[in-house]
């Protein structure tokens, strides 16, 4: 089986399950040593990309069960080197309503239970820097193509990542909130994580669906996130295109190549 080659991702999150803009997709199957993985690979404006649907292609995996391992070695295996992700979350800014598009540049990670590193079972001990979970350069490229189509993207805000996949208690949302949060879903860690063990630069912009538990006075539900997610995924999916149509050629100098300590 020869491997697919892409040089760019979009890891699509909850209700972002089709490739769309794609020319020339075709389904693709990777091996790698954490599993296998379906993605869908072809072009946008002559850049090779890879197309992977975080949840599978019907939302049938839960956010603490997706094989974040396999998925990234997947797109390292591919030549992969720029991964745009997508994530629903839940807001605990007043200022960020349903619909409000986040590039967020920090994390704090309430996971429990999930894989935490490549670097263990025989891999030397590793610490990956983490002064900027998410590539700032493609972020400050994803926050331009979005202005110049007249699209307002947060630049910058903390990302809150539990273990899922219940939402959250009003309580934590607050305690959250006061540790200096801005959003919260269940899928930044350890997928931005693993990301820089592998050298890749990583950039998620997060589209709020709802604003957190005990905000709203309403309760929470599934069908609520996948119902704003349909109404704004266009936007979403046309601005990742388009920034990676808008990306020069050769980033090897990104600190993301490096962030590992070079033992790559
Ligand atoms: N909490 C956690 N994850 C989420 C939420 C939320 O309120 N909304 C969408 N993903």
């Known amino acids: 089986m020869t491997l697919p080659v892409a040089d760019y991702a979009i890891i699509g999150g909850t209700g972002v399950y089709d490739p769309a803009l794609l020319e020339h997709a075709r389904e693709e199957e990777v091996t790698t040593r954490y599993g296998a993985v379906n993605c869908t690979v072809g072009e946008y404006q002559g850049k090779r990309i890879a197309f992977l649907p975080r949840h ?72 990956v820097d983490m002064t900027d979970p998410y590539c700032p350069r493609l972020r400050r490229l994803l926050v331009a193509t979005a202005a110049r189509a007249g ?77 704003e997610m349909a109404k704004n995924v266009h936007v979403l999916r046309k601005l990742f295109f388009d920034a990676i149509a808008a990306l020069p050629p050769d980033e090897s100098g990104c600190a993301c190549r490096t962030a590992a300590g070079g033992s790559l």
Do not use: W
Request: glycine share 10%; charged share 15%.
């Open 56 to 127: 599978g292609k019907r939302h049938h995996t839960p956010p603490h069960q997706v094989n974040y391992k396999a998925n990234i070695q997947a797109l390292a295996d591919m030549g992969v080197k720029h991964i745009f992700a997508t994530a629903a979350v839940g807001s605990m800014r007043l200022a960020l309503a349903p619909g409000a598009l986040v590039a967020v540049d920090q994390f704090l990670d309430f996971t429990r239970g999930r894989p935490l590193t490549f670097f263990e079972d025989g891999e030397p001990v590793t610490h």
């Open 151 to 227: 699209i307002t993207v947060a630049n910058g805000g903390t990302y809150v990542c539990t273990e899922g996949p219940r939402f959250e208690s009003p309580a934590e949302i607050r305690m959250f909130a006061q540790l200096g949060g801005d959003v919260v879903g269940m899928t930044s860690i350890p997928e931005t994580v693993l990301a820089k063990e592998r050298g890749l630069c990583y950039s998620t912009v997060a589209m709020v669906t709802n604003y957190c538990a005990g905000m709203s006075g309403a309760a929470l539900s599934h069908q609520e996130v996948l119902d």
